[in-house]
């Protein structure tokens, strides 16, 4: 019963639960002046909580963006560079799929816009303010160009402080973000509530996560047909033995924590090099997150529509999944770790507010155990793609490890 209240899945469903009832109850109090009261305290709370968690987005952002680019690049070599652009590649064509569904399938989803018929939230009690020591691009831009310049300078003590600073940035990540997303997420379903939107949309909410895992097994069926067709292989050897992993993942949504069962998963395939799995798996297990950005890519898209009424623009969208691949590449190893990572993407290009960015937060972590699973079972197709670029080329079975370990 302890390990199922310290789950974050089960925290945050009891977290909405409680919020959704609260905006029910609220308006039926007996004296207008309670209820009044009490649904101004709520959205001072989440207001608060809400600031706090923006001003932590360019600390993320530095945190995880920059000391990765060092890790890799301290490892440069033409393997190395062919792994990342793989991981890349397939994590903003998923990002792309997951687009082109959302421009298609959205559109016809029961998602009422209009906003007849909804209470009106209260103003905050007092506004408090915790400004961002910097805008999430400046961030974006100065983690890459801090990670790169490191890198080139091989500046030891630079490359040893951003490691460090990523540390740190975790634990605010892991001790003082994740404790707090159930109460914000709760304040912010009991804000939404209150209003009318979450009764009116839950049957949208429920079609999305099944498109979702959809959008996932056709991800996948993609990626090992194109791995089966480079390396001249059979990719059913590789997928046929990533059942262990693929349940592993949904239990712990941590790639991290998967990567032990899915090594042994891959080495069980007899079309797997030995050396690329030792090589591949560790590594995409970091930086090949292609279930999660596709994910993340469709909520997005349902999310704006439900709460602003309009699909973002392509070319905002466009971009947006082009950047997302890069943030994707430096998340954290925690639940959420993309969305978390990408916070400032949501916010400073699709211009998500508050409301938008819990729920995004929310719907994302419920699910975001079946996006782990789809990124850990994919990384045995893109082990596969190495399997048949190492062949293709001539390289030896050097025992080349993953950079990661």
């Given at each position: 019963?302890k390990k199922?209240?310290?789950?974050?899945?089960?925290?945050l469903?009891?977290?909405?639960a409680?919020?959704?009832l609260c905006?029910l109850i609220?308006?039926?109090?007996p004296?207008?002046?309670?209820s009044?009261?009490?649904?101004k305290?709520?959205?001072?709370?989440?207001?608060?909580?809400?600031?706090?968690?923006?001003?932590?987005v360019p600390?993320i952002?530095?945190?995880?963006i920059?000391?990765?680019?060092?890790?890799?690049g301290?490892?440069?070599s033409?393997l190395?560079g062919?792994?990342?652009?793989i991981?890349?590649?397939?994590s903003?064509?998923?990002a792309?799929?997951s687009?082109?569904?959302?421009y298609?399938?959205?559109?016809?989803?029961?998602?009422?816009?209009s906003?007849a018929?909804?209470?009106e939230?209260?103003g905050?009690?007092?506004?408090?303010?915790i400004?961002q020591?910097?805008?999430v691009?400046s961030a974006?831009v100065l983690?890459?160009?801090?990670g790169?310049?490191?890198?080139?300078?091989?500046?030891q003590?630079?490359?040893?402080?951003?490691a460090?600073?990523?540390?740190?940035?975790?634990d605010?990540?892991?001790k003082?973000?994740?404790?707090?997303?159930?109460?914000?997420i709760?304040?912010?379903?009991?804000?939404?509530?209150?209003?009318?939107?979450?009764?009116?949309?839950?049957?949208?909410?429920?079609?999305?996560?099944?498109i979702?895992m959809l959008?996932?097994y056709?991800?996948?069926?993609?990626?090992?047909?194109?791995a089966?067709?480079?390396s001249?292989?059979n990719?059913?050897e590789v997928?046929?033995?990533?059942?262990?992993a693929?349940?592993t993942?949904?239990g712990t949504m941590?790639?991290?924590?998967?990567?032990?069962?899915a090594?042994?998963c891959?080495?069980k395939s007899?079309?797997?090099?030995?050396?690329m799995?030792?090589?591949?798996?560790?590594?995409?297990?970091?930086i090949?997150?292609c279930?999660?950005?596709?994910?993340?890519?469709?909520?997005c898209?349902?999310i704006?529509?439900i709460?602003y009424g309009?699909?973002?623009g392509?070319?905002?969208m466009l971009?947006?999944c082009?950047?997302l691949?890069i943030?994707?590449?430096?998340a954290p190893?925690?639940?959420?770790?993309?969305v978390m990572?990408?916070l400032?993407?949501?916010?400073?290009?699709?211009?998500?507010d508050?409301?938008g960015t819990?729920l995004?937060?929310a719907?994302?972590?419920?699910?975001?155990?079946?996006?782990?699973?789809?990124?850990?079972t994919?990384d045995?197709?893109?082990?596969?793609?190495l399997?048949?670029?190492v062949?293709?080329?001539?390289?030896q079975?050097?025992h080349?490890?993953?950079?990661?370990?």
């Amino acid at each position: 019963m302890k390990k199922l209240f310290s789950s974050l899945p089960f925290r945050l469903l009891l977290g909405i639960a409680a919020g959704i009832l609260c905006g029910l109850i609220i308006p039926a109090l007996p004296w207008a002046n309670v209820s009044g009261g009490a649904i101004k305290v709520i959205v001072t709370l989440q207001y608060i909580m809400g600031q706090l968690i923006t001003f932590c987005v360019p600390l993320i952002i530095i945190g995880f963006i920059a000391p990765s680019i060092t890790k890799l690049g301290a490892n440069a070599s033409r393997l190395l560079g062919v792994a990342v652009a793989i991981a890349y590649v397939s994590s903003i064509c998923a990002a792309f799929l997951s687009a082109a569904a959302g421009y298609v399938l959205i559109p016809h989803l029961s998602i009422d816009t209009s906003m007849a018929g909804l209470r009106e939230l209260p103003g905050v009690v007092f506004q408090l303010d915790i400004p961002q020591i910097m805008p999430v691009m400046s961030a974006l831009v100065l983690s890459v160009l801090l990670g790169l310049a490191a890198t080139w300078t091989k500046s030891q003590k630079t490359i040893d402080l951003l490691a460090e600073f990523q540390n740190i940035v975790l634990d605010i990540v892991s001790k003082i973000i994740i404790p707090v997303l159930p109460f914000y997420i709760a304040a912010t379903f009991c804000n939404l509530s209150y209003e009318g939107m979450i009764t009116r949309q839950l049957p949208a909410f429920l079609q999305i996560i099944v498109i979702v895992m959809l959008g996932h097994y056709i991800w996948l069926a993609v990626l090992y047909l194109l791995a089966g067709a480079y390396s001249g292989r059979n990719p059913w050897e590789v997928l046929r033995h990533y059942g262990p992993a693929y349940l592993t993942a949904v239990g712990t949504m941590s790639s991290a924590a998967t990567l032990a069962v899915a090594l042994r998963c891959a080495r069980k395939s007899s079309v797997l090099r030995e050396d690329m799995v030792s090589f591949g798996i560790p590594l995409f297990a970091n930086i090949h997150l292609c279930g999660s950005v596709l994910t993340e890519v469709f909520f997005c898209m349902t999310i704006s529509k439900i709460l602003y009424g309009a699909l973002p623009g392509v070319g905002t969208m466009l971009l947006f999944c082009l950047l997302l691949g890069i943030f994707a590449i430096g998340a954290p190893g925690v639940p959420g770790g993309t969305v978390m990572a990408s916070l400032g993407l949501i916010t400073g290009i699709l211009l998500f507010d508050d409301a938008g960015t819990a729920l995004m937060l929310a719907i994302f972590a419920l699910q975001d155990s079946f996006g782990t699973a789809c990124n850990v079972t994919g990384d045995g197709a893109l082990t596969l793609m190495l399997t048949g670029y190492v062949e293709k080329h001539g390289i030896q079975d050097e025992h080349i490890q993953s950079p990661i370990l």
